[in-house]
């Protein structure tokens, strides 16, 4: 570039420098040349004699300087009608970059258009500067920010009757629930995901050669952390690298444990909206149908019933699994190496970790083998994650809010031994644990009733997901126990909160079925016997 004697900027200004070269090439052109023709002869004779007759009566000073504001103003004429149509041409072309977060007060906003301002240098000191600013529609949301239904809408005034006044039936019930319609739930279903509060970009840890010298706890499959690394988890950045199962194998479900078919796997890679997933395994329970579910959830939502070698050929005895690999509107997916002799702790896996087995699905839905779903999922998301505009939701205990109280609870039922149940309480008490009161509202209850979990897979609520699987890999199988602990641990840091709604809510979309050993139990025992009623009383009368 050639303009560097007249103070030209390079670089992002060189649409400028061509301009301002131009200017400089034909502004300085202010005396007329010598050379004439013979066809401008007579032309320069008549202005020779009107110069000379001009010079006579006002002198040639005061004609030069007269010569001279006339050709500057026609200059200054040309230059602005110049600099008119090229900050129009600024105007129309030069957009703001849509793909900066533009937010600032200091910056326009994003996708507005913004005219540089063009200096335009002439031989003498006169500069041009425009700046407009056209404000143009604002751009479709980076992130889903929820909605409110419209006004008038039966579900912004409902509210929860009372309890039936049922005597003879006590303990847990469901209770109503105002869904909205499956065309609306599916219109309102968020079209970019929800923000993800601190926390943007997730990676896991794989690791060969397994360190197992830790201080206590940990696993072949959950990769052995630190309790240093298990603090680094907690430090919650943009970017982290962390522990969440599948450490020795570069792909979760093969060579890690908890190992898949290529083919399912290749199934499930291919789920990229909604996942409905459950786990049946020891053939302990009995596969259960969904209800009422719309043909256009059957078609676009990924139903999967994980299994183990034992239920899957439980299923295939009693004819119900074949070569199709499904039953029903379940997709059959038979585990092998499960990685834990705890069967409980091994059903953990695909209930926590969903979001590294389906890593390409936005939104999942977990319920336990024992369950019966019996309202569409898209109506499920759309009440307990989109219009709470929350990213994690699973219901509260039924009857205990309390983490000292779950720990006696299990104990006395042995659903783990004493003593380690009893080391985990102690160490979390360590960290600052307290008992549940009405001093942590809006925080409603400390202990989950984990059969179901509803979620979006952003990065903040996986990270919450891979260090509560952290915990049960490292303590006990009982997740009621460690949930509030990393909860409240994230939240810390994020203010990030989970939706804990109504126990009898989440009874009103799932139904709890028997499991197998006790439906074989119902059937081994005589029918009731049922007594005739007794023969009505005659009634007599008594005069006193």
């Avoid at 939240?491 to 079925?513: H, I, P, S, Y």
Wanted: aromatic share 12%; proline share 8%.
């Amino acid at each position: 570039m050639n303009g560097g004697s007249l103070g030209i900027r390079s670089g992002s200004y060189s649409s400028l420098d061509k301009k301002q070269q131009q200017n400089d090439v034909l502004l300085p052109i202010q005396t007329p040349s010598t050379t004439k023709t013979k066809p401008y002869s007579k032309m320069f004779k008549d202005k020779e004699k009107l110069f000379h007759w001009a010079c006579k009566f006002a002198g040639r000073k005061r004609v030069r300087m007269f010569l001279l504001l006339a050709i500057s103003a026609a200059v200054f004429v040309w230059v602005f009608y110049v600099g008119k149509d090229e900050d129009q041409e600024n105007h129309n072309g030069h957009k703001v970059n849509d793909s900066l977060p533009l937010n600032s007060s200091e910056t326009p906003p994003m996708n507005e258009v913004q005219t540089v301002g063009i200096v335009n240098r002439v031989s003498f000191p006169i500069d041009v500067e425009r700046t407009e600013v056209r404000v143009m529609p604002p751009p479709p949301p980076s992130y889903f920010l929820g909605y409110t239904l419209p006004p008038g809408h039966p579900c912004n005034s409902f509210t929860l009757p009372p309890p039936p006044a049922d005597k003879k039936r006590t303990g847990p019930r469901p209770c109503p629930v105002c869904y909205i319609p499956m065309e609306d739930a599916i219109a309102l279903m968020p079209k970019v995901p929800s923000f993800s509060p601190v926390v943007k970009d997730l990676t896991y840890v794989y690791e060969e050669n397994l360190n197992k010298e830790t201080e206590f706890g940990g696993s072949d499959f959950g990769g052995y952390p630190t309790l240093k690394q298990r603090d680094d988890s907690y430090d919650i950045r943009e970017s982290m690298n962390l522990h969440c199962g599948f450490v020795k194998g570069r792909k979760p479900g093969h060579g890690t444990g908890f190992d898949i078919d290529d083919n399912d796997l290749l199934h499930m890679e291919q789920c990229r909206g909604v996942v409905v997933a459950s786990a049946i395994f020891g053939a302990f329970d009995v596969i259960q149908q969904p209800k009422n579910i719309s043909e256009y959830s059957k078609r676009t939502i990924c139903f999967y019933m994980f299994a183990d070698e034992e239920t899957e050929a439980d299923l295939k005895a009693n004819g119900g699994l074949d070569e199709t690999r499904k039953i029903g509107v379940w997709r059959i997916v038979v585990v092998r190496n499960l990685p834990y002799t705890d069967g409980r702790r091994n059903g953990k896996i695909p209930k926590l970790l969903t979001h590294r087995l389906f890593p390409n699905a936005r939104f999942s839905l977990w319920i336990d083998g024992k369950l019966e779903l019996v309202v569409d999922p898209y109506q499920i998301l759309e009440r307990f994650l989109w219009r709470t505009n929350a990213t994690f939701a699973i219901s509260r205990h039924y009857k205990r809010f309390d983490v000292f109280d779950e720990a006696e609870a299990n104990k006395a039922a042995g659903k783990y031994d004493n003593a380690s149940i009893d080391f985990q309480v102690d160490f979390y008490k360590k960290e600052g644990l307290t008992p549940y009161s009405e001093a942590k509202l809006p925080i409603k209850s400390d202990v989950p009733e984990g059969c179901v979990i509803i979620r979006e897979h952003v990065p903040i609520s996986n990270l919450f997901s891979c260090l509560w699987f952290n915990e049960v890999d490292r303590f006990t199988s009982r997740d009621q126990i460690s949930f509030s602990t990393v909860r409240d641990k994230i939240a810390a840091k994020t203010g990030w909160m989970v939706n804990m709604f109504l126990d009898c809510e989440r009874r009103n979309f799932v139904v709890q079925q028997y499991h197998k050993e006790v439906l074989a139990y119902l059937a081994q025992m005589p029918p009731p016997v049922i007594n005739p009623p007794p023969p009505p009383t005659s009634s007599r009368s008594f005069v006193r």
